[in-house]
C-alpha cells in the first residue's frame, strides 16, 4: 500500500526497515527470469522454447514475436537533430549487446523461473560488433559552440588528451519492478524504483495501450537511484506488459550481474582539448572536441552528458574565443544514460587539467592562474561563450577562501620539504560550475480542519531527504509544528505530476513549488476562508549555477605508486542551504562516488566486446577506509531565479572532486616532466610513470 514518507527516515532504512520494490509482490506473484545474450551483435537464428516450456511451475516463455509492436519510449527531443535508436524489449532480428535480453521466463517461483531460462535454446550467428573507438559506429548527435576571435600573442599552449571511462552508479539496491492487474478497477499498479514517476507511469500506459490513469505508479524507498533509475528499461515494460496480459502480479529483480551487464551505465567519454595563454596569463582560446560513446540502445536522456559538457565549457572563467565540438556515437555495449553529474564532470576535468598544465608550462601558480582569469562576481548573471547563463556566484571568493582555509602557501612550503626528502607528493585544485535543472514542478499543498497539512509533490526521493526539506518548507511558512506535516511523493495517485527528482533540480525548483503553494494558501486564510483548503501549484524556472573549489594533497608511494588523499577541501556554493546536514550529505555522498572515479572505478570491454567487469570481484567501488576526511565550507550566495535562492548540490562531489584529485597526481610527478595521467588514478598506472624517471630524477 502507499505510504506517505517518514520526515526522519534514517533509523529506519539503517535497520531495514524500509519499504523497497520487492516488498510490494505477494506471496503468488509470478516471478521473471530473462535470456541474455552472451554475443554483443549477432542475428537471431532461433529461439527454441519447448524444454523451458515443459518444466513444470513454467507459465510462459516470450521472444521478440511477442512483443512486436508493443510501443517503447524514445529520447529526449530537446536537442535534434538525432539519429533515434529505438530500445528494444526483446532482441530480434538481431541482438545488439552481451546482456541483452533475448527471452522472458515466467514461472511461480524464482528457482524455477531461472532454471527455465537455461533451457531456452538460443542459435546465434555473429556479426561484427562497434567498439568504444570504431569510426565506423554511426553518429548519433553532434554539437557545436564557436565564440570570439583570438587576440593577442600566444605564450603558452597547454595540450590535454583526457579518457573518462565508462562507471556502474551502483546503487545498493538493483533494478526491480512489481506490476498488478486489478480486474475490479481495470487498472494497472506498478511498484518502481523510479526518479520520475510521471513520465514512468506515461511510458507504461503509452507501451500497454492504456489510459495514463489506468496505471497508478508508486516508487517507494529506493536504494540509490544517481540518474541510472532516471529512465525506464526494457525489463520494466515486460514485467508491466506481464501483469496486464495475464491479469495477475509478476515480479522482476535483477541480479547484481545483470546490473553490470544490462543495466545503464554512465560516462564514457574522451576529451581533447587546447589553451592558449598569453603572456600575462590570460585564456585567449579554447578547443574542445568531445567524443561520447552512447550504447546499442538510447534511454531517455542518453544525449545529456555530451551536451552538457560542450555548454558548461569553459566553466567559470573568461575566454577570448572558444571553439568546442562534440559528437556521441553507438557501439555494441549496455546502453550509456545519465550518472551523477551528467558531463559537468567531464567538462571540469577537461578545463581544470588545461589550467594546470598551462601554469606548468608557463612557470606560473595554477591559482594565480585561475585568479586571473575567473569572472567577477559583479559580472552577473554572465553570457558565456556557450550562450548559458550564469545566473549568480562569486567564483575569485570561492577560490580564495579554500586557498585560506587549506593553507595553500604554507601547503606549498610543506611540498618543497617533503620533495626534498625523497617523497612524490602534489597539491590539486579544481574549480567548476553546475547548472542544477530547469523547467517544472509541481506541489498540492492541504491544510486541513485539525491544523494538520499534507504536501504532496512531483518530485520524488531516492535518498536525498526531499521529505525532511519540504515538510520544512510548509511548516515554516505556514507556521505549523513540523510534526503536524505529512509529505507524500512517488505515487501518482496520490501526488500531483511532476518532472523527477534529477539533474539537481528538486530543492530549486520541487521545493520553490510547495513554498509558491504555501503562501497561496496563507493568502486564502488571510482572505477569511476557513480549513480545509487545497492548492495546487507549479513552479517554473531557468536553471540556477551553483559552484565550487576543491583542493587536495595527495601522495604517490615511490615503491608502490599507491596514491593516498592525505586531505581534501571542499568549498561548494549551493546558494541559500535549507536543510544544511542534508547538504553536507549529499557533499560527501558525491565525494565518495567522485573518488571512486578518479582512483578505482571503470567498466571494461575487451576487443571482442565482452564485458570484463562484470561483478564486484573486477569493478571496484570506494570502501570506508578509501574515504579521506573531507573539510566542508559553504559560500552561500543566493540565485536569483527562485523564491528559495536555492541552487542544486547532489552531483557536486562527482564534478570538483576527480579534477581536483588529477591535478594533485600530475603535480605530485611533475618533476618528471608533464606525464600522461589518466583516469582511473590506480597504484599500477602510477608506479609505471614513476619507472619511467631516470636514476637522477628527485621530486
Known amino acids: 500500500m502507499p505510504m506517505p514518507m517518514p520526515m526522519h527516515d534514517d533509523e529506519r532504512l539503517i535497520r531495514g526497515l524500509g519499504f523497497y520494490v520487492q516488498d510490494a509482490a505477494p506471496a503468488d506473484a509470478l516471478h521473471v527470469a530473462f535470456v541474455r545474450s552472451d554475443h554483443p551483435h ?221 543495466g545503464q551505465h554512465g560516462r564514457a567519454a574522451r576529451l581533447q582539448g587546447q589553451l592558449a595563454v598569453d603572456a600575462q596569463g590570460r585564456f585567449l582560446s579554447l578547443q574542445a572536441q568531445l567524443q561520447y560513446t552512447l550504447g546499442a540502445w538510447l534511454p531517455y536522456s542518453a544525449l545529456v552528458p555530451m551536451r552538457n559538457a560542450a555548454r558548461i565549457l569553459p566553466g567559470p572563467y573568461q575566454v577570448q574565443h572558444c571553439d568546442i565540438t562534440g559528437h556521441s556515437r553507438r557501439s555494441h555495449t549496455a546502453p550509456v544514460g545519465i550518472y551523477r553529474g551528467a558531463g559537468r564532470p567531464e567538462a571540469a576535468l577537461l578545463m581544470e587539467t588545461l589550467i594546470d598544465q598551462a601554469a606548468r608550462q608557463g612557470g606560473l601558480d595554477p591559482v594565480q592562474l585561475r585568479l586571473r582569469n575567473l569572472i567577477d562576481a559583479s559580472a552577473m548573471p554572465y553570457r558565456t561563450p556557450t550562450g548559458e547563463t550564469l545566473d549568480s556566484g562569486d567564483f575569485p571568493q570561492l577560490l580564495t577562501w579554500a586557498c585560506e582555509r587549506f593553507g595553500y602557501d604554507q601547503e606549498r612550503a610543506l611540498q618543497r620539504q617533503r620533495r626534498a626528502q625523497g617523497e612524490w607528493v602534489g597539491l590539486g585544485v579544481a574549480l567548476y560550475v553546475e547548472p542544477c535543472g530547469q523547467g517544472w514542478e509541481s506541489a498540492r499543498v492541504t491544510w486541513h480542519a485539525d491544523g494538520r497539512v499534507s504536501v504532496a509533490s512531483g518530485s520524488p526521493d531516492q535518498g536525498q531527504g526531499h521529505a525532511l526539506t519540504f515538510g520544512h518548507i510548509a511548516a515554516s511558512t505556514l507556521g505549523v509544528p513540523l510534526a503536524q506535516v505529512q509529505v507524500l511523493m512517488g505515487d501518482t495517485d496520490l501526488c500531483p505530476p511532476g518532472t523527477g527528482a534529477l539533474a539537481s533540480r528538486s530543492s530549486a525548483i520541487g521545493g520553490s513549488a510547495v513554498l509558491q503553494a504555501c503562501q497561496d494558501l496563507l493568502a486564502q486564510r488571510a482572505q477569511g476562508q476557513p480549513l480545509p483548503l487545497t492548492v495546487e501549484a507549479r513552479f517554473d524556472s531557468q536553471e540556477a549555477w551553483a559552484s565550487g573549489c576543491v583542493m587536495v594533497r595527495m601522495s604517490v608511494d615511490a615503491a608502490t605508486g599507491q596514491p593516498r588523499i592525505e586531505r581534501l577541501l571542499w568549498v561548494d556554493d549551493a546558494g541559500l542551504s535549507l536543510q544544511p546536514d542534508l547538504v553536507r550529505d549529499q557533499l560527501i555522498g558525491g565525494a565518495a562516488q567522485g573518488i571512486g572515479q578518479a582512483l578505482m572505478e571503470q567498466m571494461v570491454y575487451d576487443s571482442e566486446g565482452q564485458l570484463l567487469t562484470g561483478s564486484l570481484m573486477d569493478y571496484a567501488v570506494p570502501r570506508a577506509d578509501d574515504m579521506p576526511l573531507i573539510e566542508l565550507h559553504s559560500l552561500h550566495t543566493p540565485s536569483p531565479l527562485n523564491p528559495l535562492g536555492a541552487k542544486g548540490v547532489g552531483e557536486a562531489g562527482c564534478i570538483g572532486v576527480p579534477a581536483a584529485i588529477m591535478n594533485a597526481a600530475r603535480d605530485a610527478l611533475s618533476p618528471l616532466g608533464e606525464v600522461d595521467l589518466q583516469l582511473p588514478l590506480r597504484a599500477e598506472q602510477l608506479w609505471f610513470a614513476l619507472q619511467a624517471a631516470t636514476p637522477g630524477d628527485t621530486p
Not at 561484427?128 to 554511426?138: E, I, K, L
Not at 536504494?223 to 515494460?237: H, L, Q, R, V
Open 42 to 262: 549477432a542475428q537471431v537464428l532461433a529461439v527454441n522454447t519447448t524444454d523451458a516450456l515443459g518444466l513444470p511451475g513454467v507459465v510462459a516463455v516470450w521472444q521478440a514475436s511477442d512483443v512486436k509492436g508493443v510501443s517503447t519510449p524514445g529520447v529526449n527531443p530537446l536537442w535534434p537533430p538525432f539519429e533515434d535508436v529505438p530500445m528494444p524489449l526483446l532482441a530480434g532480428p538481431c541482438v545488439e549487446h552481451v546482456g541483452q535480453a533475448v527471452a522472458m521466463v515466467l514461472a511461480h517461483d524464482a528457482v524455477t523461473a531461472l532454471e527455465a531460462a537455461m533451457l531456452v535454446r538460443v542459435s546465434l550467428k555473429a556479426l561484427p560488433a562497434w567498439g568504444a573507438d570504431d569510426p565506423d559506429a554511426s553518429v548519433v548527435h553532434q554539437v557545436a559552440h564557436t565564440h570570439g576571435q583570438v587576440g593577442g600573442e600566444v605564450a603558452v599552449v597547454a595540450r590535454v588528451d583526457l579518457s573518462v571511462p565508462r562507471l556502474l552508479a551502483m546503487a545498493m539496491e538493483p533494478r526491480a519492478c512489481v506490476a498488478q492487474w486489478q480486474g475490479d478497477s481495470q487498472r494497472l499498479t506498478v511498484w518502481l524504483g523510479s526518479q520520475t514517476p510521471a513520465r514512468a507511469q506515461a511510458d507504461i500506459a503509452r507501451a500497454l495501450g492504456l489510459a495514463q490513469a489506468q496505471v497508478h505508479l508508486i516508487s517507494p524507498h529506493v536504494g540509490g537511484a544517481f540518474g541510472s533509475k532516471a529512465s525506464i528499461s526494457p525489463e520494466d515494460i515486460l514485467v508491466a506488459l506481464a501483469a496486464h496480459r495475464l491479469r495477475t502480479t509478476v515480479q522482476w529483480k535483477a541480479s547484481r550481474s545483470e546490473e553490470f551487464l544490462s
